[in-house]
């Protein structure tokens, strides 16, 4: 979810069952991908992502995730909530939260914990901080 480019990282994992993709991307580009990739590798299942709403040619990953999209076939059980695995996203002050890293993640929680708001620029460990056009 951070920086909204539309570029993909083409990161497919696990035989096409996860797909690490930027939020800039069409919710139906990640789905040729991971057919592509299904194909390519002359796998027997090809996966879609979880939701599938009716504009899916149309919106992107960041606005399908913001939305908690779901769809006519995925129902609730495979909605945007529910099939997201791990984000990273920019807080309002600029802090980096990625939440498949650990240590961003116990640093995300020990500064909730405590009560205390973000300083920008305070350097907690295992956070990254947004730059300015970076
Ligand atoms: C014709 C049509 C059919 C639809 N059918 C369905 C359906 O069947 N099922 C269903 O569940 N939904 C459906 N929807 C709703 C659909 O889920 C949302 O419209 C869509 O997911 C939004 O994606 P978008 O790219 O248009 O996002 P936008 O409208 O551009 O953004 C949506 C929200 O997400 C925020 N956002 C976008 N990118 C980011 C980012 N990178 N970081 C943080 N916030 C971000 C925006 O600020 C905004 O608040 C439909 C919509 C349309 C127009």
Redesign the pocket.
């Given at each position: 979810?951070?920086?909204?480019t539309g570029r993909t990282q083409k990161n497919t994992q696990d035989d096409g069952k996860q797909i690490v993709v930027e939020?800039?991307l069409?919710?139906g580009e990640v789905n040729r991908i991971l057919a592509a990739h299904a194909k390519k590798h002359k796998l027997d299942d090809m996966y879609k992502i979880g939701?599938?709403?009716?504009?899916?040619d149309?919106?992107?990953?960041?606005?399908?995730?913001?939305?908690?999209?779901?769809?006519?076939c995925c129902g609730v059980t495979q909605?945007?909530y529910h099939t997201v695995k791990d984000l990273r996203?920019?807080l309002v002050d600029g802090t980096v939260l990625d939440t498949a890293d650990p240590e961003s993640k116990a640093s995300f929680l020990r500064v909730s914990a405590s009560g205390r708001s973000w300083r920008r620029g305070e350097g907690a460990r295992g956070l990254r901080f947004a730059k300015a056009g970076g």
């Amino acid at each position: 979810m951070s920086g909204v480019t539309g570029r993909t990282q083409k990161n497919t994992q696990d035989d096409g069952k996860q797909i690490v993709v930027e939020p800039g991307l069409i919710g139906g580009e990640v789905n040729r991908i991971l057919a592509a990739h299904a194909k390519k590798h002359k796998l027997d299942d090809m996966y879609k992502i979880g939701p599938d709403p009716s504009s899916i040619d149309s919106c992107m990953i960041g606005g399908i995730v913001s939305n908690n999209s779901s769809g006519m076939c995925c129902g609730v059980t495979q909605n945007s909530y529910h099939t997201v695995k791990d984000l990273r996203l920019v807080l309002v002050d600029g802090t980096v939260l990625d939440t498949a890293d650990p240590e961003s993640k116990a640093s995300f929680l020990r500064v909730s914990a405590s009560g205390r708001s973000w300083r920008r620029g305070e350097g907690a460990r295992g956070l990254r901080f947004a730059k300015a056009g970076g």
